[in-house]
Nanobody
Framework: QVQLVESGGGSVQAGGSLRLSCAAS????????MAWFRQAPGKGRERVAR????????FYADSVKGRFTISQDKAKNTMYLQMSGLQPEDTAMYYC???????????????WGQGTQVTVSS
């Protein structure tokens, strides 16, 4: 079993930045990928970014490409999401996720964090 704990959410004004962190209790030996999802009120869960643990390959949703950067520190079993140029439409609960084989979508995720709220005001 892998526990994921997010931190770093908060409230910012449009154009601001935040960095989310996700600490995992176990990392490279059991997981293939980690990802960030977000869910706004009344909307479905959207994959924002994912990173391959072995090769560090990154994927971004079109809505955040060029503004968000996903990274990992294997020594600390921690994944990060650096968010810049935040806009009100980025407001959502952000979830850390991990997959044993793939992070293609929410249905493939094996482990979820509890979520951290990001609120962007105009």
């Amino acid at each position: 079993q892998v526990q994921l704990v997010e931190s770093g959410g908060g409230s910012v004004q449009a154009g601001g930045s935040l960095r989310l962190s996700c600490a995992a209790s176990a990392y490279t030996d059991t997981l293939a990928c980690m990802a960030w999802f977000r869910q706004a009120p009344g909307k479905g869960r959207e994959r924002v970014a994912r990173i391959g643990i072995r090769d560090g390959s990154a994927f971004y949703a079109d809505s955040v490409k060029g503004r968000f950067t996903i990274s990992q520190d294997k020594a600390k079993n921690t994944m990060y999401l650096q968010m810049s140029g935040l806009q009100p439409e980025d407001t959502a609960m952000y979830y850390c996720a991990a997959g044993r084989t793939t992070c293609l979508g929410a249905s493939f995720i094996n482990y979820w964090g509890q979520g951290t709220q990001v609120t962007v005001s105009s």
